[in-house]
DNA sequence: CATGAATGAGATTTCATTCAT
DNA sequence: AATGAATGAAATCTCATTCAT
C-alpha cells in the first residue's frame, strides 16, 4: 500500500502547456481569490493588486477573466484517466476504492483552489456552455466509482442490502468533502484522514464485540 | 422509530415572522433563484421578473437584497435548537445519532432552497459580519453533534479506534451532502435514502460473513 | 409630377414600434452623433451627456450601443417596398428614374442622419453580420434601379451606346450623393437639386445647339 | 487625346519622403487596414499582427498611429497642383473636365487605400485641427473644377438653365465616386469607367434621335 | 403597491503608448 | 530594430438602489 501510495505522481496538477513564468504567477493568485472568494466575487482588479500588476494588463497574459477559470478547471479534468488508471490495475475493489479516496484526497490536498474552484464553481460551470466539459470529467469519474462499487458488489465483497447507487452518492460526498477536513498545519495529515474516512466506509462508526 | 420521526414538526421553516402574502411570493422567488444560481449571481432585475414586478418596487417589501437573503438563512438558523432537542430526549448514541441525520435530511428536503442557499454561500456569509450569527448556528449544530458522537465513543458503543473529530467530520459530511442526492419525483424518496445514509455510518459498506 | 411627388408619405421615416417617448429622443441624439462622428467615434457617454442622462442609465431604454444602430438603420431598410412601388406604377423608365432619384433625395433630405449614417458605417456593417440585412436592402434597391435602366435601354428611351451596369452605378452615386449637397437652410432647396441632377443625367451639362 | 492620359505620371503616389523600407512596408499595411476597416476601427496591434511585428515596435518607426495617417492623407494633397496643372494647359473646359476625371479616377485606382481613407475619414479629418491641410486642399481642389465649369458655362460651351454650383457638386460626386465602380481585375477597366462617366456627363443618359 | 426613469459606483475589456532588456 | 511586460485612460455595460408619479 506504501508502494502504491507514491504512484500519485500526478497529485500536483499541472499547467497543460507551459507558457511564461509571469502567467503563471499571476493564475496562482487569481486561483487563490477563486478559491476564497468564488469566481464571480472575484473582481480583475483584485487580482492585479494581488500579483502587483494593473487590471487592464492582465490581459496581456489572459485574452478574458474566463480564460483564468478555464486554463484553472481543465487542471482538474486531466485528473480522469488517473482514476481509470487505478481501476486499470485490476486490485479487489476494496483496495481499488481506497486508492480512488486516497488519489481525490490528495490530489485536493496538493491542489487546494483547483478543487476548490471546481467543487463550488459547480453550478456556474453548468449555467455556462463553455465549461461543458467539466461537467463530462464529473460524469466521467462518476461512471468509474460506479463501475468499482457494483463490481463490489457483485463478488459479494461488499453489502447487497444497500441500494449501489447510494452508495455511491454516499462514498462519493465521502471523498468529495474531505477536503474540507484538511488543513495545511493543522491537527491532522492527509494521510490520517484518508485512513479514517476509509475505515468509516468500510467499516461503520459501530463497534464490533 | 414511525413515531419519533413525527417529532420533526419543525421540518417546514417557516418565516420568522409573517409580514405580507405578496413579500412572503417574492421571497419564494428570490429563493429559488439564489439556490439556482447562487446569491451574488441573481439580479434584483431577475427577481423581479420571475416574481411578475419591476425590480425597483421590490424595494417596497424589501429594503436590500441582502435583507432577504437574511429572512431566508435566518430560518436555517432556527434548526439549531431542534437539534439540541434530540439530544435532550436522552436516548442512546446510536438512536440520537439516527434522528438527527434524519432531522437533517429532512428539513434539507422540505426546503431545499435555504438549506441549499445556507450551505453554498458559506463563503460568501462567512466574509461578512452581518452573517456571523449563521457561523455561530454551525458551530452550536457541530457542538452538538460532537456531544453525541463523544459520548457514544465513552459508553463504548462506537469505535473507540477512530478519532471522534475525524468521524464527527465525516458524518456531518454525509448528512450535509445526503441533499444532494435527493431528487423530487426521483429514484429514491427521503426515507431511503437516510437509511441507507445511516446503514453506511453504523455498518460500513463491507459485507460481514 | 406634382401630384405624384405627394406620393412619398414615407419620407419621414418612422420607428417600426412605437416605444417610449424618452425612448425616441434619446435615439435621435444618438443619430445625430452618429451622423456627424460615426458610430464607433461616438461614445456611450456623449450620448447620455446629450440627452441629459447618465450613461448607464441609456440600458434602461437600450440594451446596447448596437441596439440604436440598429433601430435607425432598419428605418433605412423600410425604403426597398416604396423603390419598389414607384415601378410598379408602370410609368416611362424616365419618369420612373426621376420619381426614385426624387424618393431617395426626399427621403435623405427628411431624415439626414439616418441615410448618413447607412451610407458611411457602410463598411462597418457589412463587417459586422448582424447587419446582414442592410446589404440585402441595398442589393435589393440596385436591383429595382437596374430594371429600370434596362427597360430604359429595351425601350430606346435611352442610350445604348453605354453600358447599363456603369450608368446604374453613375446614376445611383448621382443619387446618393445628392444628399451632400443639400443644406437645411442653405442656398438651395430640395426640389432644386433634384431638378438639377435629373436634367444633368437625362441631358448632361453640354449646350444643345 | 492618348498623349495627354500620359500626363498623369503622377499617377503612383509616393511617400513624400523615403525614409527607411520597414517603415514603407509598415505603412502600406496600414494603410489596407486604415482602407478596410477605417482610421479608428484599426488597432495598433493589428497593423503590427499584420507586419509581423510586434505593437510596441512600431513606435520605433512612427511617433504615433496619427503620423500613419499624416504620412497617407499627405500624399492625396500633394494632387492639388497636379489638377491646377491641367487647368493651366489652356484647353477648352470639355477637355480640360475630361483630363480631371480621368486623373482623379486614375489616382484612385493607383492608390486605392490613400484615396479610400482620405474620402471615407473626412469627417474625422475634419474634427481634428492637425488635419486642416486636408480641408484646404479639397477646397482648392473644389475651386479649380469650380472655375472650368463657370468658364464653360461663360464660354457658351455647357448649359447656362443649370447653377454652376449644383453642376459642379453633380460633377464632382461623379467623379469620387467612380472609384467605387473600379474592381481590380473585375469586369471594366479604368478607361472604360472614365469614358462612361465622361459620355454620361456630357451627353447625358437620354438617347437623342 | 406598483411603475418607469434615473442614479452612481464599479465591473470587464480595449488600446495607444512607454520602456527596460 | 525588436521583444514583451506594463501603464493608464477610457470604453461599454451591469446592477443595487432611489424616487416622482
Known amino acids: 500500500m506504501e508502494a502504491k501510495r507514491k504512484v500519485s505522481t500526478v497529485a500536483r496538477l499541472k499547467p497543460v502547456e507551459k507558457v511564461s513564468k509571469r502567467r503563471d504567477e499571476i493564475l496562482q493568485v487569481a486561483a487563490e481569490l477563486f478559491a476564497a472568494k468564488g469566481y464571480e466575487e ?9 500579483a502587483g500588476i494593473l487590471s487592464g494588463s492582465l ?15 481543465r487542471r482538474f479534468v486531466t485528473m480522469v484517466p488517473h482514476y481509470q488508471a487505478i481501476v486499470d490495475r485490476g486490485e479487489g475493489p476494496k483496495e481499488t476504492i481506497k486508492e480512488m479516496m486516497a488519489l481525490g484526497l490528495r490530489t485536493a490536498v496538493s491542489n487546494p483552489e483547483v478543487v476548490a474552484i471546481t467543487v463550488h464553481e459547480r453550478k456556474f460551470l453548468a449555467r455556462h456552455p463553455a465549461f461543458a466539459y467539466v461537467q463530462t470529467a464529473w460524469r466521467q469519474i462518476n461512471a468509474v466509482w460506479y463501475g468499482v462499487i457494483q463490481r463490489g458488489v457483485d463478488e459479494g465483497v461488499f453489502r447487497d442490502d444497500l441500494d449501489p447507487r447510494l452508495m455511491l452518492r ?21 494521510e490520517e484522514i484518508i485512513d479514517a474516512r476509509v475505515a468509516l466506509v468500510f467499516g461503520g462508526i459501530e463497534r464490533r464485540n
Do not use: C, W
Request: overall charge negative; hydrophobic content about 40%; cysteine-free.
Open 42 to 50: 472575484t473582481t480583475i482588479r483584485e487580482i492585479g493588486d494581488a
Open 59 to 73: 490581459y496581456h497574459h489572459f485574452q478574458t477573466k474566463e480564460e483564468m477559470l478555464h486554463e484553472l478547471v
Open 170 to 190: 454516499a462514498i462519493n460526498d465521502l471523498a468529495a468533502a474531505a477536503v474540507g477536513s484538511y488543513q495545511p498545519g493543522g491537527r491532522y495529515s492527509v
